[in-house]
């Protein structure tokens, strides 16, 4: 089932019913703006993740900033962007197995469709799915920048794979997905460019390898929001795949940048809003947002602009502020704003997207409520 | 947007598309019939919690087999139940709020509600709405019986609420709740049996408060997957709410029995169903299953019959198999089985149960495919 929305357009904030996914949409599009501004500014294209909010409302205010189009992680995201006017999509993950890969061929006659890469089987079967379909794909070979977990090794071995596709029939090679995605939480800004720079040697590395079997790579995708400006100016990749930048998580602040600086000068414009549903004790507060509201995988929410709350102790339906430190204590029945731990995971978790203008100000109200239209879409 | 399923009925297990929720439905069968012969041979009402596998086709075959009705934790869940036939229903939690008091009166007028209450402005709310709808509630003092999460201290407070429910115009006292939550997961039997055992001396010294105030708990509702036993003979509880008994999960195996037995005797019947979509090194397998298919709140997945690989490093569409100890190493292409580490928010990432027959056999096959119908039911 789809939930009804929490709230109705106009709604003031405290009539939102709970646990609901909060956009500060004056954070929101500024952060927006933060990095259309900087793609513009460093020349490289902006292809922005839409794993992270699966909301094509979103994706198509991108794509109205100078966006190129966006990546998804799943067949079905894609094909939920695809189905609401977004042309231009890059699977930015291998898809295996004949049920996806003719879902995917057959979005290939309608958009712009890329996937990657890493292991030749998986080129025989993008061959034969797209050849079923009489389509044709672009192609990318994925390298292991260091993330360890998908991608060929870099060089012969991807060069190998990416002559594969150029031979092919039905397939177009076109280029390398070069991604890292452990590097992205790197807290220190040195430790992360260096890890970013040998993730730019791969490529190198690959560059060299496919100019030896007569190959360019037109396209070099990757960069997320821990690492996109380390990874546009004088590097290789053409284009870059931030998604988090779009609302900031609690994770994602904790990275400090080149001057030291937390989150990079993105705000947090995502929230999980909950209700103080019983008060059994002074020092403790439970809210009625838990494991099936919010992802704890990158750590606990943050209470906001609530000095001294600590939530902590999630369980399915429940979370638990400890007040002991807490000056200003919420009451019974009274609303609280969460930070993320992580967003992507959290917002999977909702069918809604609250859109709130002024949420700082006495004139906060419900502006615009967003279906989460690509929640679930695992395959 | 709610996926198409991953399955056809009929289907061959290799024939699902992943990452899929199966149901090991020989396994979950037995799961049911235990526990409804125990409840049978105990004499305690049985009331599963449908918190667990949020659907209205598997609450109806615990029906079938003698339950009285279920328990929710949600209006929103409990809403689907109704509209599914489901004529009992215990929203064994706290509501608070308009918006949702509001759905859970007009319920009221369709089924048997109950609802539980730990605070004074919580039982002026409850008045207030039902006197709206002109409906009746049957109202639940919770006590903490150990678990420090909600719930009114035991004994003389929460029989002032039970006084002043019994006291109100449209609402009736209808009992105690008194589950433990924490207890469910202690692993040892000796002191699990312990905590439960403080937790019924709780429930004592409430009964006999209430017998100060003139009134008697027509139902003593508590205890789950790790405790039922315990709470069913000689003990105060009038009824039981276990719900992860149906699936089982790798956190609820690592209980010991009074025998010393993991698991109690129920059989693991819920999986994610994954393929490895990557295999960039020998002892390195890729799985297409991470945070947005499993949850990792309670521990990891552990792969099935699959003896010395371990799934970690889990990221929002990924998952490792370190295969470095196993023999027979899954291959490109394949597909695993992956006990969750917990069963309920795991279940809340998918929109459908695929149940399969045979699971274990060359027959296996897909017999059921079951919408998940209160997913995502927050409210």
């Not at 292809?47 to 198509?60: E, F, G, L």
């Not at 071995?157 to 280029?175: D, K, M, Q, V, Y």
């Not at 929001?225 to 053409?238: D, K, R």
């Amino acid at each position: 089932m789809i939930s009804a929305p929490p709230a109705v357009t106009g709604a003031r904030l405290s009539d939102i019913d709970t646990p609901a996914l909060l956009i500060d949409l004056d954070a929101f599009e500024g952060n927006l703006q933060r990095m259309a501004n900087f793609a513009r500014a460093s020349g490289v294209a902006l292809r922005p993740h839409a794993k992270t909010h699966k909301a094509s409302a979103i994706a198509a205010r991108q794509l109205a900033l100078g966006a190129v189009g966006v990546c998804c992680q799943k067949v079905a995201e894609a094909e939920v962007m695809v189905a609401n006017g977004i042309a231009d999509v890059l699977v930015s993950n291998e898809v295996v197995g004949n049920a996806k890969l003719d879902r995917l061929v057959h979005l290939a006659r309608r958009a712009k469709i890329g996937v990657c890469v890493d292991h030749p089987e998986g080129i025989a079967e993008l061959e034969a799915a797209a050849r079923r379909a009489a389509a044709r794909l672009s192609v990318l070979v994925e390298i292991d920048v260091g993330g360890r977990r998908c991608g060929a090794a870099p060089g012969a071995p991807a060069a190998e794979l990416a002559r594969r596709i150029a031979a092919s029939t039905h397939l177009t090679f076109a280029g390398l997905q070069a991604y890292h995605g452990s590097a992205q939480h790197v807290r220190d800004y040195a430790e992360r460019a260096r890890a970013i720079a040998a993730a730019h040697a791969c490529v190198a590395e690959t560059q060299r390898a496919l100019g030896e079997v007569g190959l360019v790579a037109p396209t070099i995708s990757g960069a997320g929001t821990g690492s996109y400006a380390l990874e546009a100016a004088g590097a290789p990749l053409t284009e870059v795949q931030p998604g988090s930048y779009v609302f900031m998580d609690a994770d994602y602040a904790r990275n400090r940048g080149a001057d030291g600086a937390p989150g990079d000068g993105f705000a947090h414009a995502l929230f999980v809003y909950a209700t103080v549903m019983s008060t059994p004790a002074p020092e403790r507060a439970i809210l009625d947002a838990g494991h099936k509201a919010l992802s704890i995988d990158s750590g606990m929410p943050v209470p906001w602009k609530l000095p001294g709350a600590v939530y902590h102790r999630p369980s399915d339906e429940h979370g638990i502020l400890d007040l002991a430190g807490c000056a200003a204590r919420p009451r019974w029945g009274d609303k609280v704003l969460l930070v993320p731990g992580h967003c992507d995971p959290t917002v999977n978790l909702h069918d809604w997207y609250v859109g709130v203008r002024g949420l700082a100000t006495p004139e906060a109200h419900v502006a615009y409520l967003w279906p989460v239209d690509a929640r679930g879409a695992l395959f």
